[in-house]
């Protein structure tokens, strides 16, 4: 599972290398509000903590691989409104790159490596 992976290879302090050039910056994995393990971010200058849930991250990952690519048409139309911030996409496609999962492409395209 590639949350494990995350657990493993992404260190709080760890800079996410966004496409554009607001920095983010990993603060740890804990559960969220709702038990489940989350990445909590910062983005920006502020300090506006920010996470995305572990299952956000399967969800993802599971479609990169089935489609070799992560879109952000897919990912505003299929992940909960709730629980998912709008940065969360390039912060998940950052984090698949960090892996070396993905590259980033182009504006709304992530693509598998």
Same mark, same amino acid.
């Given at each position: 599972m590639i949350f494990e992976r995350i657990q493993k290879k992404i260190k709080s302090g760890d800079n996410i290398p966004k496409p554009r050039s607001r920095k983010a910056k990993v603060i740890e994995i804990k559960p969220n509000k709702n038990n489940? *393990? =989350? *990445? %909590? %971010?910062?983005?920006? =200058? +502020?300090?506006?903590? +920010? %996470?995305?849930t572990k299952s956000d991250f399967e969800k993802a990952f599971d479609i990169l691989n089935k489609r070799n690519e992560l879109t952000r048409n897919w990912f505003d139309n299929n992940l909960d409104k709730k629980n998912s911030n709008p940065c969360n996409y390039t912060i998940i496609g950052s984090i698949f790159e960090m892996l070396g999962e993905a590259k980033f492409a182009c504006t709304g395209l992530y693509v598998k490596i």
């Open positions: 489940e *393990l =989350s *990445l %909590y %971010y910062t983005i920006g =200058s +502020k300090v506006n903590f +920010k %996470y995305v």
